[in-house]
C-alpha cells in the first residue's frame, strides 16, 4: 500500500519555472513507474512524463523540453521541474505510481500559471 502526496504547487507567472514533488509514505515507491498527469480545467487529462524505476524518463509532446522528472530514493520522492511555464500549463497536477498488480493516485496540486 502507497499513498501518495503531491506539493509544490502554485500561482506563478508566464516564463517562471516551478518544482513540484511526490512523496510516497514508503520505500516501496522506488520499485513503481511513475507518471506525473495534469487535467487542465474542463479539459481531458494528459500524461505529461514517466519515469521507470531504472530512471529512465519519458516527455509528452506537449513538454517540450521544459520538463525534467526525477527521483530521490532516499526521500521516496520524484520531482516535477517546469520551466518557461505558460497559462496552458494551469491545471491540476498529479502523480500516478504504477506496476504490473497495483497503482495508486495522489490528490493533486494546482499549478495556476498568469500574470
Known amino acids: 500500500q502507497l499513498e501518495l502526496v503531491e506539493s509544490g504547487g502554485a500561482l506563478v507567472q508566464p516564463g517562471e519555472s516551478l518544482r513540484l514533488s511526490c512523496t510516497a509514505s514508503n520505500s516501496q515507491f522506488s520499485t513503481y513507474y511513475v507518471d506525473w498527469i495534469r487535467q487542465p480545467r474542463a479539459k481531458a487529462r494528459e500524461t505529461g512524463g514517466t519515469?521507470?524505476?531504472?530512471?529512465?524518463?519519458t516527455y509528452g509532446d506537449f513538454v517540450r523540453g521544459r520538463w525534467t522528472i526525477s527521483r530521490d530514493r532516499a526521500k521516496n520522492t520524484v520531482y516535477l521541474q517546469m520551466h518557461d511555464l505558460e497559462p496552458a500549463d494551469s491545471a491540476v497536477y498529479s502523480c500516478?505510481?504504477?506496476?504490473?498488480?497495483?497503482?495508486?493516485w495522489g490528490q493533486g496540486t494546482q499549478v495556476t500559471v498568469s500574470s
Open positions: 500516478h505510481a504504477w506496476n504490473n498488480i497495483h497503482e495508486y
Open positions: 519515469i521507470r524505476t531504472g530512471g529512465y524518463t
